[in-house]
C-alpha cells in the first residue's frame, strides 16, 4: 500500500509559475512508478507528465516546454514545476503511483490560473 500526499496549488495569474509537490509511504521503492495527471471538471483524469520504469520523463503535449516534473528517490518526492500557466491549465491536479489502472493517488490539488 502506497500512500500519497499531493500539495501546492492555488491561484496564479497567466504565465506566472507554480510548483506542486507529492510525497509517497509505505511500500514505495522508487519514483520511477511516480507520476502526475489534472482532472478538468466533467472529464477523465489525464497525463500531464511521468516518470517511466527506465527513469525517462514523458510528458502531454499541451505542456512540453511548460512543465517540467522532477523528484528525489531518497525521500520519495515528486515535483511539477509549472511556467508560463494559462487558463486551460486550470484543474485538479492529482499525484500518482504505479499507474492509473491500479495504482495509488493523491487527494488532490486545486490550481486555478486566473487574472
Given at each position: 500500500q502506497v500512500q500519497l500526499m499531493d500539495s501546492g496549488g492555488g491561484l496564479v495569474q497567466p504565465g506566472g509559475s507554480l510548483r506542486l509537490s507529492c510525497t509517497a509511504?509505505?511500500?514505495?521503492?522508487t519514483i520511477y512508478s511516480m507520476g502526475w495527471y489534472r482532472q478538468f471538471p466533467g472529464k477523465e483524469r489525464e497525463l500531464v507528465a511521468r516518470y517511466t520504469n527506465?527513469?525517462?520523463?514523458?510528458?502531454?503535449?499541451?505542456v512540453k516546454g511548460r512543465f517540467t516534473i522532477s523528484?528525489?528517490?531518497a525521500n520519495y518526492t515528486i515535483w511539477l514545476?509549472?511556467?508560463d500557466v494559462k487558463s486551460e491549465d486550470t484543474a485538479v491536479y492529482y499525484c500518482?503511483?504505479?499507474?492509473?489502472?491500479f495504482g495509488s493517488w493523491g487527494p488532490g490539488t486545486q490550481v486555478i490560473v486566473a487574472s
Open positions: 509511504s509505505g511500500r514505495i521503492f527506465e527513469g525517462r520523463q514523458r510528458y502531454a503535449e499541451a523528484g528525489n528517490n514545476q509549472m511556467n500518482n503511483y504505479g499507474g492509473t489502472a
